[in-house]
């Protein structure tokens, strides 16, 4: 009786066109959604939570300020949502031990994440590639020096991550550089632009590079030249930074971070515009700004769960390890410290390593925290979805005196076309 009660509710809530309309009051607090969550708005429906996001009072309280009462679900979630009603447990974590999850981050640290969208059909690899899939490495293709294998256009899986180990980073240097060559032919064959791929990983490897060496004069040389080509590729061409983001839910690798952080900020200075030389003192800094991550533990980095207030406090010291790094550069320009020791500061005073307020925290520390914030609020760990570009931007928004008003409202404007 009660089943048939609780299926006819669900029936009641169908919306015309079979999307299933929850009232945000039935939404549970503190517990994962099993689906993904959607709005109306405008005439659009908009992912606003993905799967395996925690349901809080600030989510709530969000959804009530932009006065939204309803949310939808997909009908094919129509069991999901039957048990999630019932306050059944639903298992949505990908996690199954501790002990995978720690044999996991220690693998991670041995892979270097690239672009599926770079392993083009038709052309051979002479590395092994890998897919992460719910913490497993598993090699999809089994290519070595030698003995190259053929991409074919079902050989990267579409979910996933797609990597190859570390060490094969000279080879995957060399064929994207072989692919940069053809790029003009290879591009009229596919509808995204392999120029700004290139361009977004030819990045990343550098970035990585300095991790991996971040007192090397030599590397920190090659950063610049890579800044100098993405501010020349999105002054040419805006629509370009949504395709050097990395932006589709991969997971967190700090190299990853540090080229989207340094990408949305230029862009939003180039939204207030900056000038170019002012661009590269930006860039310089927001592409760096966690070089003191290389002085960290990984077990720390990667810890599942809260820190505690120890690991917290050392987790903080990534800024002054990260000045400290860079003042030994003497090609770095002065401006470029201001986004390293202060992306993590507040305008009201929140922040660290120093508490700046106000005007205390000058431009380039307020560009440099609103984008890696953002990107960090959007970008997938193993143990929490990321957010959607909505809801993130929701977030950053509401934190009301942390950071410049002004500037966000720029922010959002540069990101409209993010989904």
């Given at each position: 009786?009660?089943?048939?009660?609780?299926?006819?509710?669900?029936?009641?809530?169908?919306?015309?066109?079979?999307?299933?309309?929850?009232?945000?009051n039935?939404?549970?607090?503190?517990?994962?959604?099993?689906?993904?969550?959607?709005?109306?708005?405008?005439?659009i429906?908009?992912?606003?939570?993905?799967?395996?996001?925690?349901?809080s009072t600030?989510?709530?309280?969000?959804?009530?300020?932009?006065?939204?009462?309803h949310?939808?679900?997909?009908?094919?979630?129509?069991?999901?949502?039957r048990?999630?009603?019932s306050?059944?447990?639903?298992?949505?974590?990908?996690?199954?031990s501790?002990?995978?999850?720690?044999?996991?981050?220690?693998?991670?640290?041995?892979?270097?994440?690239?672009?599926?969208?770079?392993?083009?059909?038709?052309?051979?690899?002479e590395?092994?590639i890998?897919?992460?899939?719910?913490?497993?490495?598993?090699?999809?293709?089994?290519?070595?020096?030698?003995?190259?294998?053929?991409?074919?256009?079902?050989?990267?899986?579409e979910?996933?991550?797609?990597?190859?180990?570390?060490?094969?980073?000279?080879?995957?240097?060399?064929?994207?550089?072989?692919?940069?060559?053809?790029?003009?032919?290879?591009?009229?064959?596919?509808?995204?632009?392999?120029k700004?791929?290139?361009?977004?990983?030819?990045?990343?490897?550098?970035?990585?590079?300095?991790l991996?060496?971040p007192?090397?004069?030599?590397?920190?040389k090659?950063?610049?030249?890579?800044?100098?080509?993405?501010i020349?590729?999105i002054?040419?061409?805006?629509?370009?930074?949504?395709?050097?983001?990395?932006?589709?839910?991969y997971?967190?690798?700090t190299?990853?971070?540090?080229?989207?952080?340094g990408?949305?900020?230029?862009?939003?200075?180039?939204?207030i515009?900056?000038?170019?030389?002012?661009?590269?003192?930006?860039?310089?800094?927001?592409?760096?700004?966690?070089?003191?991550?290389t002085?960290?533990?990984?077990?720390i980095?990667?810890?599942?769960?809260?820190?505690t207030?120890?690991?917290?406090?050392?987790i903080?010291?990534?800024?002054?390890?990260g000045?400290?790094?860079?003042?030994?550069?003497?090609?770095?320009?002065?401006?470029?410290?201001?986004?390293?020791?202060?992306?993590?500061?507040?305008l009201?005073?929140?922040?660290?390593?120093?508490?700046?307020?106000?005007?205390?925290?000058?431009?380039?520390?307020?560009?440099?925290?609103?984008?890696?914030?953002?990107?960090?609020?959007?970008?997938r760990?193993?143990?929490?979805?990321?957010?959607?570009?909505?809801?993130?931007?929701?977030?950053?928004?509401?934190?009301?005196?942390?950071?410049?008003?002004?500037?966000?409202?720029?922010?959002?404007?540069?990101?409209?076309?993010?989904?």
């Amino acid at each position: 009786m009660n089943q048939t009660r609780t299926k006819t509710k669900i029936r009641e809530i169908i919306s015309e066109d079979d999307l299933l309309k929850i009232d945000i009051n039935r939404l549970q607090l503190n517990k994962p959604l099993p689906f993904d969550i959607f709005i109306k708005e405008g005439g659009i429906t908009k992912k606003i939570f993905h799967r395996g996001n925690f349901y809080s009072t600030v989510f709530q309280s969000i959804l009530k300020e932009k006065g939204i009462s309803h949310v939808y679900i997909a009908p094919e979630n129509e069991t999901l949502l039957r048990s999630y009603l019932s306050n059944a447990d639903i298992i949505t974590s990908e996690l199954e031990s501790p002990v995978k999850f720690k044999n996991y981050s220690y693998q991670k640290e041995h892979y270097y994440q690239i672009d599926r969208n770079l392993i083009v059909p038709g052309i051979e690899v002479e590395f092994p590639i890998y897919l992460l899939k719910k913490l497993s490495f598993n090699k999809i293709v089994d290519a070595s020096l030698g003995k190259p294998v053929m991409i074919y256009s079902d050989t990267i899986p579409e979910e996933g991550d797609i990597l190859i180990e570390k060490k094969d980073l000279p080879l995957f240097r060399e064929y994207i550089e072989f692919i940069e060559k053809r790029a003009d032919k290879i591009a009229e064959q596919k509808d995204s632009s392999l120029k700004h791929l290139i361009v977004k990983e030819t990045a990343k490897v550098i970035v990585i590079d300095i991790l991996n060496d971040p007192r090397s004069g030599e590397k920190i040389k090659k950063v610049e030249s890579s800044l100098k080509t993405i501010i020349e590729t999105i002054v040419n061409d805006p629509e370009s930074i949504y395709e050097l983001l990395t932006l589709k839910g991969y997971d967190y690798y700090t190299y990853t971070h540090s080229v989207n952080v340094g990408v949305l900020s230029i862009g939003l200075g180039i939204q207030i515009g900056l000038t170019k030389e002012e661009l590269y003192r930006l860039g310089i800094g927001a592409i760096l700004h966690d070089i003191g991550k290389t002085q960290i533990p990984h077990e720390i980095l990667n810890k599942q769960g809260k820190l505690t207030d120890t690991e917290y406090n050392i987790i903080k010291q990534h800024v002054m390890h990260g000045y400290n790094l860079l003042k030994e550069h003497r090609d770095i320009p002065p401006d470029a410290f201001i986004a390293v020791l202060q992306h993590h500061e507040k305008l009201s005073g929140k922040g660290y390593p120093y508490g700046l307020k106000g005007e205390e925290v000058k431009l380039f520390g307020r560009i440099t925290a609103i984008a890696d914030c953002y990107d960090a609020l959007t970008t997938r760990r193993p143990y929490k979805p990321p957010l959607t570009p909505y809801f993130a931007l929701s977030i950053v928004v509401r934190e009301r005196g942390d950071y410049d008003a002004e500037l966000l409202r720029s922010f959002i404007k540069m990101l409209g076309k993010v989904k």
